[in-house]
């Protein structure tokens, strides 16, 4: 029996960041959560270190997120995401 991380999936490497946007400008609704789970952590952590309030922090990550969101239709992959 194959283990789950085994098989066609598991040889195929993780899509690019700009290829996740590309998806999701498009209307692949599952790219967006993944995005978020690369970056949420790390902007999070930044934003604590120059605000000093992590409750601030979340808040300024998640409307970063959904201005990200808002603006998919217009992404260009004219430089890294």
Known sequence: MRAASQGP???RPSP???ELMIQYREGDASAFPVIVRRY???LISAV???VG???KAE???QETFLRVHKNAA???TIARF
Request: glycine fraction near 0%; proline fraction near 0%.
């Open 9 to 11: 999936a598991a040889d």
């Open 16 to 18: 690019t960041d700009e």
């Open 40 to 42: 949420k952590d790390r």
């Open 48 to 50: 604590v270190r120059l």
């Open 53 to 55: 309030d992590r409750d």
């Open 59 to 61: 808040d300024i990550v």
């Open 74 to 76: 217009r992404y260009k």
